[in-house]
């Protein structure tokens, strides 16, 4: 019942109109697979976040890797999501259609084994992700060296979060901001406390269930339509205030800062994570992966921070599908448009 | 002994082969003369048609393997069109380097399985293939229904109850448990359900479709029908059967276990004033002992489950690839 009392309070709420950002995709696609969104009062616009690692991904990442993909001795592997997206010439699985050698793991720990039983090969791996990845990554970068595995590269694209959301909070456009559960689960809760205090937020971490996701909702709409600013943290059994310090490690050994072009947004200072000097050798050439040439008519940049819906924009199911996709906003199934396309 | 190429030459050794595992285990009057095609006794009624192929990975799991899956599949997509399932052809793709003795343990549980269904198996073929010790298995099965019957995926009703048979995703999260080498408590659901839609059937209800949830899940499988009946199906997620186990493995894996696949669930439509009926008769099989009414047929278009908070959300068939090579 009680869970029913808490969807009720945010479907019969009739306070200042809010408009309130869930930034994480998993999040993006709970609140639809909970039918949370769909009962929202019509006071409450919620527009989802650059949270998609996918979809944050710049156009001259995807033509490197196309690029290796297309050199001989090379194979380029990735997560599925990513074969998809949109490079300014083509995607990595059309690359694979011309001949191209590119593929996808379930696991990048699996690609350990095979770089032993494939010695010819240079692997390429697509390292793409958040803090929540990146500590992926950085033990299997550290395995590779310790292995003295030549025959393994990275090509990063690892972004965190807090810089996006300054970003976004500096444009001063959204009332209240649903923080990612499982970014804050390595990063521990302070740095979004940092930002609440800085920029005079409303900001609350939340979980990932029905009941963590309700909680989570009625703290945010509670607290921002009385314009409270501060940092909620209504995931408190895995977030901690200094979170991971484990994760932290292993990722502060093998990367280091530095700024990183998101798609949509643009260069966010600091915001992306590079391989180290030390572990050079593993770096497919990372840095400098700047340019980013959206399609004429694309809205994903605004789509991704929130100030544009799917259905605004030119291309949203007519020439942009998730079979066809025109933006990376609808290839990865947290992505903005691919969400509100299946369930249109 | 190792399958090689020469099993499957048409020679001595394919005759063997055919005599000492096929012959033994599948063993009929229509299968023992051994001509170059069954001739079957005259039908009395429609005939139904279906064939299907199986290239499970791993080839044998708890609750089931290879061979069992090649029968029920084939049996349950007749028995979904009404049709009682009564003859089976089967057709091996073998690779070199298969153990004999694993090839016989696939055609043993084939028998075992085609008995319980009561179909007989009448004809076959096997091929071998360069590779790595692989089996693949086809199956088309031949069965009647009455002139009468019109079950059908376009058949959906407005004002009908969907029954589900069973627990979803089972099989799929088996198999999935068993490539990730987890150890768990899961068994397949994988069964023949001829016996228990004919009891549905002699009960004399009016049943307008019956779908097996296997590929895809409930989610597929029900999307493809409200398509095919131009209807609206709204299903309830608390009614909805999942099994402790499958939903503890979605939860850790991030799965929907409304697009696992099944092996041995249905969904059926019947008239709402029939369903409790339907019910009471799934409920006396084995197979059909948690069966519920989880859902309505209405006018629309579209799958939406009524959420436990009370609204509506789309259900979305699979998209992707899903786990491959499932049955």
Request: with cysteine; glycine share 10%.
């Amino acid at each position: 019942m009680r869970e029913k009392e808490l969807a009720a309070f945010l479907q019969k709420y009739k306070g200042r109109p809010l408009k309130l950002m869930e930034v994480c995709g998993t999040h993006t696609s709970a609140l639809y697979r909970t039918g949370l969104r769909q009962l929202l009062s019509d006071n409450i616009t919620l527009v989802p976040g650059p949270g998609c690692p996918v979809c944050v991904t710049p156009t001259s990442y995807i033509d490197k890797l196309v690029e290796f993909a297309f050199t001989s001795g090379n194979k380029v592997l990735t997560f599925g999501d990513m074969l998809a997206v949109p490079g300014s010439k083509m995607s990595l699985a059309e690359a694979r259609d011309q001949g191209g050698a590119a593929d996808f793991f379930y696991a990048p720990e699996d690609v350990l084994e095979k770089a032993k039983e494939q010695p010819d090969t240079t692997f390429i791996l697509a390292a793409v992700g958040f803090e929540t990845t990146a500590p992926v990554w950085a033990t299997v970068i550290k395995t590779a060296a310790d292995r003295q595995i030549k025959n393994i590269k990275f090509l990063t694209a690892l972004k965190t979060m807090p810089q996006a959301l300054a970003f976004l909070c500096s444009q001063g456009k959204i009332d209240g901001f649903l923080c990612p559960g499982h970014v804050a689960v390595i990063t521990g809760s302070e740095p979004f406390q940092k930002l609440a205090e800085e920029f005079s937020e409303t900001m609350v971490i939340g979980g990932f269930s029905q009941a963590q996701l309700l909680r989570a909702m009625v703290r945010l709409v509670l607290e921002s339509s009385k314009e409270q600013n501060g940092l909620w943290n209504e995931y408190p059994s895995v977030v901690k205030r200094s979170g991971n310090p484990v994760a932290q490690k292993i990722v502060d050994d093998i990367f280091e800062a530095g700024d990183a072009v998101w798609r949509g947004i643009g260069r966010l200072p600091d915001s992306g994570m590079y391989i180290k000097e030390k572990y050079k050798n593993f770096d497919a050439g990372s840095r400098g992966l700047n340019e980013d040439r959206i399609p004429p008519g694309c809205l994903c940049s605004r789509i991704v921070l929130g100030e544009a819906q799917p259905i605004q924009c030119p291309h949203f199911g007519k020439r942009c599908t998730p079979e066809h996709p025109v933006g990376a906003c609808m290839v990865s199934s947290e992505g903005t448009c691919c969400i509100t396309y299946r369930n249109r | 002994m190792k399958i090689a190429l020469r099993h499957g030459a048409g020679g001595e050794e394919t005759s063997r082969l055919i005599h000492d595992i096929f012959a033994a285990h599948f063993q009929n009057e229509i299968l023992n003369k051994m001509e170059d095609a069954a001739v079957l006794p005259e039908i009395q009624g429609v005939p139904a048609f279906t064939s299907d192929s199986f290239v499970v990975e791993p080839l044998f799991f708890p609750g089931g393997d290879i061979g069992k899956l090649s029968v029920c599949g084939t049996v349950n997509d007749l028995a979904c069109m009404g049709a009682r399932p009564l003859y089976l052809t089967a057709s091996f793709i073998l690779e070199t380097g298969l153990e004999t003795e694993t090839l016989e343990k696939a055609v043993a549980s084939m028998a075992t399985t085609a008995e319980e269904a009561g179909v007989q198996i009448v004809a076959g073929d096997t091929k071998v293939v360069e590779g790595n010790g692989g089996l693949y298995i086809n199956t088309a099965g031949i069965g009647v229904r009455p002139v009468a019957c019109s079950i059908s995926a376009a058949n959906l009703k407005p004002g009908d109850a969907i029954i589900l048979t069973g627990t979803l995703g089972d099989h799929h999260a088996t198999i999935l448990t068993q490539r990730l080498q987890m150890e768990t408590s899961l068994q397949s659901d994988c069964a023949p359900l001829n016996h228990m839609v004919q009891a549905v059937l002699d009960a004399g209800v009016s049943v307008h479709t019956i779908r097996d949830i296997t590929r895809g899940g409930l989610a597929t499988v029900a999307t493809e029908l409200a398509e095919a009946s131009d209807c609206r199906i709204n299903l309830q997620e608390e009614k909805l059967p999942v099994s402790e186990a499958v939903q503890g493995l979605s939860g850790i894996l991030g799965l929907d276990p409304l697009t696992m696949g099944n092996e041995g669930k249905m969904l059926l439509a019947v008239p709402y004033n029939e369903a409790e009926k339907v019910l009471a008769v799934l409920k006396i099989s084995k197979y059909g002992k948690d069966a519920v009414i989880a859902g309505e047929v209405a006018e629309g278009n579209g799958v939406f489950l009524l959420t436990a908070l009370g609204s509506y959300r789309k259900v979305l068939p699979l998209r992707g690839e899903g786990l491959p090579r499932i049955c």
